[in-house]
């Protein structure tokens, strides 16, 4: 039982380049949501998707996109990357919208020059 | 919307000491979950304890527990017997029972031996 992976763990990328982080999650669980973490503070959500087939946006939308592939997995796109996106980046599932409690993957560090 | 309020950025504790982390919410909510997560250098977001609202009794786990002042909006986490495997940000996390958890700015705690 893997809980929550994300890949890659590791990204550096150039200004205006594109990539895509992917998560999975083997719990079944219907809610699926991607955080950012700056340094020094807590963790901000970008876009979370309440169950397979819906997304909405978070706290700090701006210059992302997600796709909720299935129930499993939730990707999260940079389409044209900014230093401002230099961030490490966790994916997170819980069993539904209202159970409170996420369980987080292990996070992605992502820088942009 | 809801704040959470951290107002200790570094604590540090003598091993098997007991330390006390703050916290503090806002919210007009009367339904919602409070969390305790660890953040360990390997960056992995570990759930610690959770508390819900309508419960008067404090949560408690092994040798954490959780000071829930409902009135007061307060939810402080006290670690007893610190080992040097508590080292890690602590971070306060408030959920209405919604999509979003809302996070405080953090506490890095040290454990010295």
């Known amino acids: 039982n893997a809980g929550v992976t994300q890949t890659p763990k590791f990204q550096v990328l150039k200004t205006g380049q594109s990539m895509t982080l992917q998560c999975a999650q083997d719990?079944?669980?219907?809610?699926m949501y991607w955080y950012r973490q700056d340094p020094g503070m807590g963790l901000r959500l970008i876009y979370y998707?309440?169950?397979?087939?819906?997304?909405d946006k978070g706290e700090v939308p701006n210059g992302y996109n997600v796709s909720r592939l299935n129930k499993r997995e939730f990707s999260l796109r940079l389409e044209s990357a900014a230093p401002s996106q230099t961030s490490v980046y966790f994916c997170?599932?819980?069993?539904?919208?209202?159970?409170?409690?996420?369980?987080f993957g292990p996070g992605t560090r992502l820088t942009v020059t | 919307a809801q704040t959470v309020t951290q107002s200790q950025p570094e604590m540090s504790v003598q091993e098997a000491e007991t330390v006390t982390l703050s916290c503090t919410y806002d919210?007009?909510?009367?339904?919602?979950?409070l969390f305790w997560y660890k953040q360990p250098p390997s960056r992995q977001m570990i759930l610690v304890i959770r508390?819900?609202?309508?419960?008067?009794q404090n949560a408690t786990e092994n040798r954490f527990s959780v000071n829930f002042q409902k009135a007061a909006k307060s939810f402080s986490l006290k670690i007893s017997d610190s080992q040097l495997g508590d080292t890690a940000m602590y971070f306060c996390?408030?959920?209405?029972?919604?999509?979003?958890?809302?996070f405080g700015g953090g506490t890095r705690l040290m454990v010295k031996p």
């Open positions: 997170a599932s819980s069993q539904g919208q209202h159970s409170g409690e996420q369980y």
């Open positions: 719990m079944n669980h219907n809610s």
């Open positions: 998707s309440a169950s397979e087939g819906t997304t």
């Open positions: 919210t007009s909510e009367n339904n919602y979950y």
């Open positions: 508390q819900e609202a309508y419960k008067q």
């Open positions: 996390a408030f959920n209405n029972a919604g999509n979003m958890l809302t």
